[in-house]
């Protein structure tokens, strides 16, 4: 007989909040930040998207990752430690210092060889590289061009030199430790660094799939008796000095397009979406537990896990295949998982991207799957894309749905793109059963399915 | 100045090596003492830069071996250089 999985812990860092309380206060007031790209990302390339969600500042040290940690890791993986650790004080454990001064923890009450990580990124340390790429490409050109500008530049192509050697502006140094930090797997294994945790370690890079994949390959592994414990999520961290990343979205014509009204530009499921907004990242982390093993310890769990699946299009690396037939085939494999019908189910957290293809597929695949009953409504509407953290942070939002009886709205929404149950307002309704899908660059599809716990 | 350096440079000695202050020597080496291998000593001199905002070439740490030899370098050579930040 499979084994019950609850979530007794979570820890978020978005866009809109840090923490899970000031997150989810903010998803039911429907907050969203956008903002303009940065101005000097426009000394690169010519943007057609122009807009953003950026990460809040946050102090790494009030996460517990010290000064020494932070200098040797990239920012997704500081979120991710940070995330972890709020996750497992939401759980219960108490962290235990190693030893006096020590930067890594013990934990009470759990046994570290029968607790894994499953952690997804879409592209790791991507931050680490590109910033340490910039001086491996610019220092010595830059040293040189410097010369030749200060000794024997003619004074009419000064102006042009001090412009071409603003733009080559890097860092200070080559990090010694930079293929620790751009490497994919950098923040499972510092999750497991930090907390001296030695089950299972696994990285997923199923890219806008990563978060959801990690969570429901957690939730096999406590099902299935391979761990009691996971702490499983996903971490992005999008953000480069010469807009990168940006580019990377933009010239594919992923991204959101500017209009009038610059906050009501990102609007999935509307027919007039334009795109995503590109986010600068978050954090998610679940404590996924054996419910047994939870009772002992007198957890609560927020909700529970009963089903997950993933299906591949098998179409193209960058669109959904027309019609959605993987993702139904994905959708009926989770519920068949879970052991639920389609009508049990209460609330769909969508992908809900906001380019014109996505919401197409997607709203007509939960229509012909769901009919018009279940609410309806999509996170990135406020957050923007947070790509590999997308789907972990939904799975929180899931969670905190059922246990809470009420979910965030689907922001911008004014003439949906199919007459499906939106969440206009927030309001108080019975929810029960829960799916949270999400969908890749490549074609992966995976959906987790989450109960209100009782 | 000199005695603000060194509390600061200890500081840093201190979160690198997860130990407590009165437990770092001045004259103690810091390879055989405190045995801080090659990975720990790029550590200490990338907090000592984020700590003084300069950067530290990481070939001069081969020629300095005491607690007080980096303290000394740090005031002789580090803040000498114009700040990074």
């Known amino acids: 007989m499979n084994r019950r999985v609850v979530i007794t812990g979570a820890g978020v860092i978005s866009p809109i909040g840090i923490g899970v309380d000031e997150f989810w206060r903010q998803c039911l007031q429907a907050k969203s930040v956008v903002a303009p790209v940065p101005a000097e990302w426009d000394r690169y390339a010519t943007l057609r998207s122009r807009l953003l969600a950026p990460l809040p500042d946050f102090d790494s040290e009030s996460f517990g990752v010290s000064r020494t940690e932070r200098l040797q890791l990239d920012p997704m993986t500081v979120m991710v430690l940070g995330a972890a650790r709020e996750a497992l004080e939401r759980a219960g454990f108490s962290l235990v210092p190693g030893a006096a001064g020590s930067r890594s923890f013990t934990l009470s009450a759990l046994d570290v060889e029968r607790t894994g990580v499953y952690i997804g990124t879409g592209i790791g340390g991507m931050y680490s590289f590109l910033h340490n790429h910039a001086h491996q490409l610019f220092q010595r050109v830059r040293l040189a061009l410097k010369s030749y500008a200060d000794e024997r530049a003619p004074a009419e192509g000064r102006a042009a030199l001090d412009d071409a050697l603003a733009m080559m502006a890097h860092g200070s140094r080559f990090h010694p430790f930079v293929a620790s930090m751009y490497m994919p797997n950098a923040a499972s294994a510092a999750v497991g660094v930090k907390f001296a945790i030695t089950g299972p370690n696994v990285t997923y890079g199923m890219a806008c799939a990563a978060g959801t994949v990690a969570t429901g390959h957690a939730y096999r592994a406590v099902r299935d008796g391979q761990v009691d414990v996971a702490l499983t999520g996903g971490g992005e961290y999008l953000y480069d000095e010469h807009g990168h990343n940006f580019r990377a979205f933009d010239v594919a014509g992923t991204l959101v397009r500017d209009c009038a009204d610059p906050q009501t530009a990102n609007r999935p499921f509307d027919q007039k979406r334009s795109g995503f907004l590109f986010s600068h990242g978050g954090a998610a982390v679940l404590v996924l537990e054996e419910l047994e093993h939870a009772r002992r310890r007198g957890a609560t769990p927020i909700a529970e896990v009963i089903g997950y699946a993933e299906t591949f299009d098998a179409h193209s690396m960058m669109s959904l295949a027309p019609g959605g037939a993987q993702i139904e085939r994905m959708i009926r494999g989770a519920l068949a998982d879970a052991g639920v019908a389609p009508h049990e189910v209460d609330y769909v957290n969508a992908h809900g991207t906001g380019t014109q293809n996505n919401d197409a597929i997607e709203a007509e695949v939960i229509e012909r799957v769901f009919s018009k009953r279940p609410l309806v409504n999509t996170t990135k509407s406020l957050l923007g894309h947070t790509i590999g953290a997308s789907g972990a942070i939904e799975a929180v939002v899931t969670a905190l749905s059922l246990r809470e009886g009420t979910t965030h709205v689907c922001k911008n929404l004014e003439t949906p793109v199919r007459d499906l149950n939106f969440v206009r307002t927030v309001g108080k309704h019975d929810l029960r059963v829960g799916l949270s899908q999400s969908f890749a660059f490549g074609g992966h599809n995976a959906a987790v399915v989450l109960r209100r716990y009782s | ?85």
């Open chain 2, 1 to 85: 100045m000199d005695n603000e350096v060194q509390q600061r440079v200890l500081k840093v000695f201190c979160e690198v090596l997860e130990r407590k202050e009165d437990e770092i020597q001045l004259d103690a080496s810091i390879r055989s003492d405190l045995q801080l291998d090659s990975l720990k000593q790029m550590t200490l001199f990338i907090a000592l830069e984020d700590e003084f905002q300069r950067t530290i070439p990481l070939e001069v740490v081969v020629g300095l071996d005491t607690v007080k030899d980096i303290i000394d370098f740090v005031v002789k050579k580090v803040l000498q250089e114009p700040s990074a930040a």
